[in-house]
């Protein structure tokens, strides 16, 4: 099955800094990358997403890296703002896995003033 | 985007007693439909796939006959929690399918007296 390791496990940075969450996964039969932002008490919330066929995907101050051959993917939020304070996670579709998901472990973002 | 609601977004109970949780798609039909548990400072855990219309397939180490999923239409599952004791106390998550997209519920709070 896919394995999906996530890192860092905790990231601070101050207001208007860059975040960036690394993920790498094991199955290179993966194909579908999203990234869900979960605040304290409610559900994962997708905030982007990437297919293989894609090297990279941005959507305002949000970005997203895959290098299919080191089979790795990556976050980036630039200028970031309090309300980016969450807990982010990446997951990995496998192709032909009946649309399960693998999940990292997360990461907490706290973004200071 | 689609929506997906869960009812209740929180419920404590007696111990030996039983707990719906039910899980919709507002805005658009999901053959599949998954539900997870959390625990607190973790990721998700995926618990079972519910397939509308045949019965929901469990993970490993997951009791089907205690959390008892049913997919009658397209847009609701529900998920019950038979004869609850404490050890079932968590936050209980259910994404719907759109695609190949998974859209998560905002959870449930299941506390176990």
């Known amino acids: 099955g896919e394995n999906v390791e996530q890192h860092p496990s905790t990231l601070s940075v101050q207001e208007g800094d860059s975040a960036v969450i690394k993920c790498t996964y094991s199955?290179?039969?993966?194909?579908?990358f999203p990234w869900y932002k979960q605040e304290l008490g409610k559900g994962p919330q997708l905030i982007i997403d990437i297919r293989s066929n894609v090297g990279e995907k941005k959507d305002q101050r949000i970005a997203v890296t895959l290098n299919k051959t080191a089979k790795h993917f990556s976050l980036h939020i630039t200028e970031t703002q309090p309300e980016d304070s969450a807990v982010y996670f990446c997951a990995a579709l496998l192709t032909g896995g009946g649309n399960k998901l693998t999940f990292g472990t997360g990461t907490q973002l706290k973004v200071e003033l | 985007g689609a929506v997906v609601s869960q009812h209740p977004s929180w419920v404590i109970c007696k111990s030996g007693t039983s707990v719906k949780i039910e899980c919709r798609s507002l805005?658009?039909?999901?053959?599949?439909m998954f539900w997870y548990r959390q625990f607190p400072k973790q990721s998700l855990m995926l618990m079972a796939t519910?397939?509308?219309?045949?019965?929901?397939?469990?993970e490993q180490g997951v009791e089907k006959d205690k959390f008892l999923i049913n997919h009658a239409s397209l847009t609701l599952s529900t998920l019950t929690v038979t004869s609850a004791h404490p050890e079932d106390s968590s936050f209980y998550i259910c994404?719907?399918?759109?695609?190949?997209?998974?859209?998560f519920g905002p959870g449930t709070r299941l506390t176990v007296l």
């Open positions: 805005d658009f039909q999901a053959t599949t």
């Open positions: 994404s719907a399918v759109e695609g190949s997209t998974q859209y």
């Open positions: 519910s397939n509308e219309g045949s019965k929901a397939t469990y």
């Open positions: 199955d290179s039969a993966s194909n579908y």
